[in-house]
């Protein structure tokens, strides 16, 4: 291993080509070529090409990979370890321009999960530019599974996201907790029926998140769903909140949709809210971070505002 290390470090200063690293950091990330080759906008051809070129260069095998087998090797772990320390490194070198000027320059990345709304995070978001205003920021929406990702690699500053379990190499602090019920539209039978109760939605198809299964940040609701001998079929799914609204509105099957912004839906005759009336689950969402990056100044303030912000409000959204 001392020579993988070796030829890791000596290719890297003379030679290697940075895209193959970051190509392999996406593989290991996303857990296969397919899946790394729909994340990074790559051709599976493409991105089987970067590995071997880069197992070429590094002179070992860096992942057994078959039709029912990806594994990665020994040698495969230590460079992905040394290839994301390197890539957070290389991300901390911008904003330099910032140095020995008594105010705080910079740019951070946010990445938010679907439809996040929350007046504690607008306040954040608010006193930060106040305080900052040199400071640039830049949001991002995506699937709280890609932010993790992202925030491992080092490619974003913080992300506001469901975490089911402790990742590697993420701090986390909880953000604000969301409350779930269930929905229909105007197009649903039951959207006109004058009393519901639990019993009436057992056999009802639902439309929920892909991460509403055994494991997923929303297994609470699929939990809910057992514990209450559920039979409907799951008849569609998608990461993105507001489509999970338009197939409710439509009529397609019941939503398990977060009732802080439901709520104004159902005001506006657009759905309505089925039993039980306080709701299936609670799920967390949360501020995590990479505690393995070398902040920078503009990120290491809105850490500690974010941080002070929250321990001094612990409840609300």
Known sequence: MQKVEANLHELIVRQLDWNLLRTFIAIVQYGGISRAAEHVHLTQPAISHALKRLETQLRCKLIDRSARRFEITQAGRLIYER????????????????????????????????RLKSSRLDNIISNFHAAYPMVTIQIDVMPSFEIQALIQQGMASFGFCLLRNDMPNLSSHRFMRQQFGLYCGPNHRLFSEEIINTEDLKNEDVITFPSDQPGGVLSPLMIYREQHNYQGRTVATSWN???????????LGIGLLPMHIASELVEAGRLRQLPPADGVAPIDVHLIWNRLTHFREAETAFLNLALQHLESNSDGL
């Open 83 to 114: 290839a994301v320390e390197i890539h957070n490194q290389i991300a901390n070198l911008q904003d330099l321009y910032g140095i020995g000027n008594e105010e705080i320059f910079g740019h951070i990345r946010l990445l938010f999960a679907s």
């Open 241 to 251: 909140l507001d489509e999970i609204i338009r197939l409710v509105e439509i009529g």
